[in-house]
């Protein structure tokens, strides 16, 4: 065996020059390499960009091992490529955590499926999504000693719950809370990176829906870590993007074919794109911690307050939505958007083909009056690969509408000074977010 001499120097000359010849031709055509472990039967690691469609990548496989490791992880497969983000909006935003808080009071029937559809939703991979469960306890407590405190048999149903996604808390109430102090309490942000999700028990989400909700957050909303750099005098003016982020409210999951508000039909020519709304969604949606914070703040100060005023909305031009008539005892939605026409909030929802959802309504009776189910209970997003295979071919040009309504909602969502954009009565503004009236 040659140990040594210039044979071996020479053989280590060769490679190096290699190696570098290698790097100057990726640099010179920017072109992307991966290099995986072949194995019979396996995907490359889920960190390899192979696992995801992506241009101009070349892989490398090494020969498998024949040592095969006792613990190696299991790759799941790899999401539709209709729904893969393979920009570099992926690798360049910062992810906001999302936290989900569910709020259930006696609807057991209705729980169990929220849960179920949570559940066997696609998380992306991460084990980070903890799940809160707000019990209310019952207006006049059981007579029976020991009885469910649910009345229903929540409490026994949550006992044995399970949540794969991250932790799971739950907090069960001593005394009867409501729904509007339940939901307010619930949360209070303390830091930037956190956004909240909110169900009701009477919810069902699609499995794709938080596969939407980071998408739209991670084009849509101030990157959770931005911070003015010393010295950068550009930070201190705002500019159309930042303003844009600074009125932003949040992500919805539903979408709505009836507007509750001004008791019209809506519907949103713009190519099945999302939109821009000047109304709170309760039926599923992602609250951003800053202007979550100062609703608390100003709730606070202007709605808890002993003698608050009833919040009424007359916009500019003397018309007032329905919520004006809605008890304000029971509604926290109804101070929500009170607040967003005096400041110009807004929220952003999807606009699918088909009257798809992300989230429906399933309108069990509850604390408040239900409407009729066929203007709210709306279909759910199947997979993506199942909603497009469920389009036969050569029916119009329907499957290539829905398939480009997917990419405009998971990969290329419009920029946001394209979107559409809608008052707190559903009229189109056509000048933006940033001309959204202010209402009294």
């Not at 190096?16 to 640099?27: E, F, G, Q, Y």
């Not at 920017?30 to 990548?57: D, E, F, M, N, Y």
């Not at 048999?153 to 949550?158: D, N």
């Not at 110009?344 to 604390?367: A, C, D, I």
Request: net charge positive.
């Amino acid at each position: 065996m040659r140990t040594g001499g210039t044979g071996g120097a020479a053989g280590w000359v060769r490679i190096a020059a290699a190696v570098v010849a290698l790097v100057m031709i990726l640099l010179l055509y920017q072109l992307r390499v991966c290099i995986s472990a072949r194995s019979p039967g396996r995907l490359p690691h889920a960190s390899c960009p192979k696992a995801t469609p992506c241009p101009r990548l070349t892989s490398i496989e090494l020969p498998p091992s024949r040592r095969r490791a006792s613990h190696a992880p299991t790759v799941p497969p790899p999401p539709s490529p209709v729904i893969t983000a393979t920009d570099s909006r992926e690798r360049r935003r910062d992810v906001y955590r999302v936290a989900i808080k569910v709020f259930t009071y006696k609807r057991v029937d209705g729980l169990r499926r929220l849960l179920s559809s949570l559940t066997n939703a696609d998380y992306m991979g991460r084990a980070d999504v903890d799940l809160t469960l707000f019990l209310d306890f019952p207006k006049k407590p059981p007579a029976t000693a020991g009885a469910d405190l649910a009345d229903d048999g929540t409490r026994s149903f949550v006992d044995g719950f399970d949540w794969p996604h991250g932790s799971l808390t739950v907090h069960r109430r001593l005394t009867n809370n409501g729904l509007k102090r339940t939901i307010m309490e619930a949360w209070y942000p303390t830091r930037d990176d956190e956004v909240a999700v909110f169900f009701e028990d009477d919810i069902e989400v699609a499995p794709d829906w938080y596969r939407w909700t980071i998408a739209a957050l991670r084009q849509y909303a101030v990157a959770p870590s931005r911070r003015p750099v010393p010295g950068d005098r550009s930070a201190l003016v705002p500019t159309d993007k930042t303003l844009f982020q600074d009125r932003l409210l949040g992500i919805s999951l539903f979408r709505p074919v009836h507007d509750e508000l001004s008791g019209k039909g809506c519907s949103v020519n713009n190519g099945f794109a999302p939109f821009a709304l000047q109304q709170p969604c309760s039926w599923g949606a992602a609250f951003l911690p800053r202007p979550w914070r100062a609703f608390r703040k100003w709730y606070d100060a202007v709605g808890n307050a002993p003698g608050a005023p009833d919040p009424q909305v007359v916009t500019l031009d003397g018309d007032e939505p329905t919520s004006n008539s809605w008890d304000s005892k029971s509604s926290w939605k109804k101070y929500l958007i009170k607040l967003m026409t005096e400041r110009g909030w807004f929220m952003v929802y999807p606009n699918l083909p088909q009257r798809y959802v992300f989230s429906t309504n399933h309108l069990m009776k509850g604390e408040h009056p239900t409407p009729p189910k066929a203007l709210f209970e709306l279909p759910l997003l199947p997979s993506s690969a199942t909603a497009i295979s469920a389009v036969a071919e050569g029916v119009g040009d329907a499957r290539q509408v829905l398939e480009a309504s997917l990419k405009s909602h998971f990969m290329d969502l419009p920029d946001a000074e394209s979107l559409w954009v809608f008052d707190v009565l559903f009229r189109r503004v056509e000048k933006g977010v940033l001309h959204l009236p202010r209402a009294n």
